[in-house]
């Protein structure tokens, strides 16, 4: 049986340390580290995250500014706000929710933010400074990956360590610092011949795909510690990982349920992204 990872529970224990070191920024700076978020349209989904971001914000005590743009805002439009925010000293961090409408170019759009207040770390400036291991973001849910393994207590050094998907946002950056703590490290995508004969091998594995239940207790090493990234809808409306915990659980050594594992932390590392950036715009 395995031991469950509680990542609201890891996410609160984040989010209290922030809220502290927010209270002692404000007191020593007299201003508070700030997040403008951008939404353009109405995608349900989309929506949510922007709620959970801003609800993040005001429970640690930092200053946002959410900007909900119609679903027909000209690329100029939104270009000009990116470019506004990275002038205006009261935000610290920027990000725009993903995915925009067709119209609009995503990757204009990260390259628009200043690197210095891009939070998400979706920059290509951030994306190379976490490859030569001198960053100052993280990118969210990876990092949030990485706190929660550290929970366990299970030392990644040494360790073979699985990570299935390749996607900028999750698996690169995933497999990049699980190789940064000294973790031998394997990649799996959509063409990787015989997945359970890699996915067997794994000390930890780090599952983002995009499948429901995907990863089954016949996949994974008796022990393994068992990430679950994956977000999925079932036809029922219930969230559901990538992962089928009940028959992995029994197998592992530590899991993350779905929901309440990788989910809570993403937003809790946008926060402690933000509250290092508001410290090095200090310097
Ligand atoms: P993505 O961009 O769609 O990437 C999915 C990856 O899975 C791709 O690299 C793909 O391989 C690989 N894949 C697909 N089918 C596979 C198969 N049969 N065997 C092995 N690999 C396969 O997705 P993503 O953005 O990384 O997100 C992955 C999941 O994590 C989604 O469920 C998403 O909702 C969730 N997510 C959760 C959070 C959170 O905060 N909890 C944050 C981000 C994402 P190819 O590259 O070969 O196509």
């Known amino acids: 049986m395995a031991k469950i990872i509680d990542g609201r529970a890891v996410a609160a224990s984040v989010r209290a340390g922030l809220k502290a070191e927010?209270?002692?920024?404000?007191?020593?700076?007299?201003?508070r580290p700030g997040l403008a978020v951008i939404i353009v349209g109405e995608d349900p989904a989309s929506q949510v995250y922007v709620r959970n971001k801003e609800k993040g914000c005001n429970e640690v005590g930092f200053y946002s500014e959410v900007y909900r743009l119609p679903a027909d805002t000209t690329e100029e439009t939104l270009l000009a706000?990116?470019?506004?925010?990275?002038?205006?000293?009261?935000?610290h961090g920027i990000l725009c929710q993903l995915p925009l409408p067709k119209h609009?170019?995503?990757?204009?759009?990260?390259?628009?933010?200043?690197?210095?207040?891009?939070?998400?770390?979706?920059?290509?400036?951030?994306?190379g400074k976490i490859m030569i291991g001198n960053y100052s973001f993280l990118p969210c849910t990876p990092a949030g990956v990485m706190k929660l393994i550290e929970s366990t207590g299970v030392d990644i050094s040494g360790k073979e360590c699985v990570v299935i998907g390749r996607s900028n946002i999750v698996g690169k950056p995933?497999?990049?610092?699980?190789?940064?703590?000294?973790?031998?490290?394997?990649?799996?995508?959509?063409?990787?011949k015989d997945l359970a004969e890699v996915t067997r091998r794994a000390?930890?594995?780090?599952?983002?795909?995009?499948?429901?239940?995907?990863?089954?207790?016949d996949m994974?090493?008796?022990?393994?510690?068992?990430?679950?990234v994956g977000m999925n809808?079932?036809?029922?409306?219930?969230?559901?990982?990538d992962v089928d915990f009940a028959s992995c659980e029994p197998k592992a050594s530590f899991i993350t349920p779905v929901p309440g594992g990788v989910g809570p932390?993403?937003?809790t590392m946008l926060l402690q992204n933000t509250m290092t950036s508001a410290k090095n715009h200090l310097k």
Do not use: W
């Open 174 to 192: 995933q497999a990049m610092l699980l190789l940064q703590k000294n973790g031998t490290v394997t990649i799996c995508h959509s063409r990787t």
């Open 265 to 267: 932390m993403t937003i």
């Open 233 to 241: 809808r079932k036809d029922d409306g219930k969230l559901t990982g």
């Open 203 to 217: 000390d930890i594995l780090v599952v983002a795909i995009g499948k429901a239940d995907f990863i089954t207790g």
């Open 81 to 91: 706000l990116v470019d506004k925010l990275n002038k205006d000293d009261k935000i």
């Open 22 to 31: 927010c209270e002692q920024f404000y007191a020593d700076n007299g201003f």
């Open 220 to 228: 994974i090493k008796e022990g393994a510690v068992v990430i679950d």
């Open 104 to 127: 609009l170019d995503e990757t204009k759009v990260i390259l628009a933010i200043d690197p210095s207040k891009d939070v998400d770390a979706f920059h290509p400036e951030n994306v």
